[in-house]
Antibody
Framework: QVQLQESGPGLVKPSQTLSLTCSVS??????????WSWLRQPAGKGLQWIGR???????TYNPSLKSRVTMSVDTSRSQFSLKLSSVTAADTAVYYC??????????????WGRGTLVIVSS | QSVLTQPPSVSGAPGQRVTISCSGS?????????VHWYQQVPGTAPKVLIY???NRPSGVPDRFSGSKSGTSASLAITGLQAEDEADYYC???????????FGTGTKVTVL
């Protein structure tokens, strides 16, 4: 059964780069039919999609965050990663990694990690 | 950045039926993109409840059902149970700008 687990620093200083890794167990990361994604949720607020990546390395980012986001994948380690640069307090949130499942011409998030809280503060 | 609008809260007594609306526009739901629904118990990750407008993953009770019409969608919970207390989010795709988008979220309270 596929499981996802986020890891990374829980505290990042303003203007620095937030770096998170999602470890995928179950061997699905190499499946070319899947997209792997990052999302976030500020405390008490709704969900925001950050971006997605395929094992080919092809990425698509949320236009509102595109200038600061970089995603990568390491199939040998069954991991994919997120880097968000020039962070501010507004980037404080629980960050989730998730798997996108295809449904016709659409996609939905069928598996989620437990989430990891990242606080941006000096 | 939510572009899909949901009521902040809905409530009902055990056994009752409640519905949650999700209002979009011509660039997302109205453009033909499917709507998916997630349940999030506070402190935990979201879990998919309905995908492709009206399909339930295995393990999701048939008390949950979804529908879509025009630029809106709805989630219905029949036979409301205490364990249904959670936050619910709709999700779709928006072509302008190209992005997966979520609803504002609805808190369901069982009275």
């Amino acid at each position: 059964q596929v499981q996802l687990q986020e890891s990374g620093p829980g505290l990042v200083k303003p203007s620095q780069t937030l770096s998170l890794t999602c470890s995928v167990s179950g061997g699905f990361i190499s499946d070319v039919d899947y997209y792997w994604s990052w999302l976030r949720q500020p405390a008490g607020k709704g969900l925001q999609w950050i971006g997605r990546i395929q094992i080919s390395g092809r990425t698509t980012y949320n236009p509102s965050l595109k200038s600061r986001v970089t995603m990568s994948v390491d199939t040998s380690r069954s991991q994919f990663s997120l880097k968000l640069s020039s962070v501010t307090a507004a980037d404080t949130a629980v960050y989730y990694c998730a798997k996108l499942e295809n449904w016709g011409l659409d996609w939905y998030f069928d598996l989620w990690g437990r989430g990891t809280l990242v606080i941006v503060s000096s | 950045q939510s572009v899909l609008t949901q009521p902040p809260s809905v409530s009902g007594a055990p056994g009752q039926r409640v519905t949650i609306s999700c209002s979009g526009s011509s660039s997302n739901i109205g453009a033909g993109y499917d709507v998916h629904w997630y349940q999030q118990v506070p402190g935990t990750a979201p879990k998919v409840l309905i995908y492709g407008n009206n399909n339930r993953p295995s393990g999701v009770p048939d008390r949950f059902s979804g529908s879509k019409s025009g630029t809106s969608a709805s989630l219905a919970i029949t036979g409301l149970q205490a364990e249904d207390e959670a936050d619910y989010y709709c999700q779709s795709y928006d072509s302008s700008p190209s992005s997966y988008v979520f609803g504002t979220g609805t808190k369901v309270t069982v009275l």
